[in-house]
């Protein structure tokens, strides 16, 4: 496979953020969930006004993967009061690392996560956690490999539908 490169997002970037965020998440969660609550999510969790505050906010950011030059994959962060739980100041939160599922086990959703730890580790973050949903065995598995252990549990609203998610957090050797 050819060489996969790690791009910062910009704001002009945004469709193409939204593109591949829609159709990752649809692509990773549409066969679990009713079509009313998918509808709703991607339309709410990906609307332009939605990604560009998030663009914006000096506490996120967001990376592509890219394979000739085309988004594969993506990455968002959080750190201080834009992480959506902890808001802890010595941690960055893993968002989302989503890969297109035509790329599933080409290592692209680990070149995102090994950027998110250099990333967590040059500002100097003492952890790193994430949520992933409980009946997401293939992700639970790719951050247990990668050290991650549970330590809590939190609700994610899918449209109407309450799903737990593990929370779940990794100490950084500084």
Do not use: C
């Amino acid at each position: 496979m050819e060489t996969i490169a790690i791009k910062q997002v910009t704001i002009n970037d945004l469709s193409t953020l939204q593109r591949i965020g829609r159709q990752t998440f649809a692509e990773t969660f549409s066969s679990s969930n009713s079509e009313e609550n998918m509808t709703k999510y991607l339309e709410e969790g990906f609307s332009p006004e939605k990604l560009i505050s998030e663009l914006n906010s000096e506490g996120s950011q967001f990376y592509f993967a890219l394979l000739n030059n085309e988004a594969i994959g993506y990455l968002k962060l959080n750190t201080g009061q834009s992480q959506t739980e902890l808001r802890d100041e010595t941690a960055v939160e893993i968002e989302r690392i989503y890969v297109l599922s035509a790329y599933h086990g080409k290592k692209v959703g680990q070149l995102l996560y090994d950027k998110a730890i250099e990333v967590a580790k040059r500002s100097g973050a003492e952890y790193v956690w994430l949520g992933v949903w409980e009946e997401n065995p293939r992700a639970i598995r790719f951050y247990e490999k990668n050290g991650f252990v549970a330590f809590d549990k939190h609700i994610f609203k899918l449209g109407e539908e309450e799903q737990t998610d593990l929370m779940m957090k990794k100490i950084l050797k500084l």
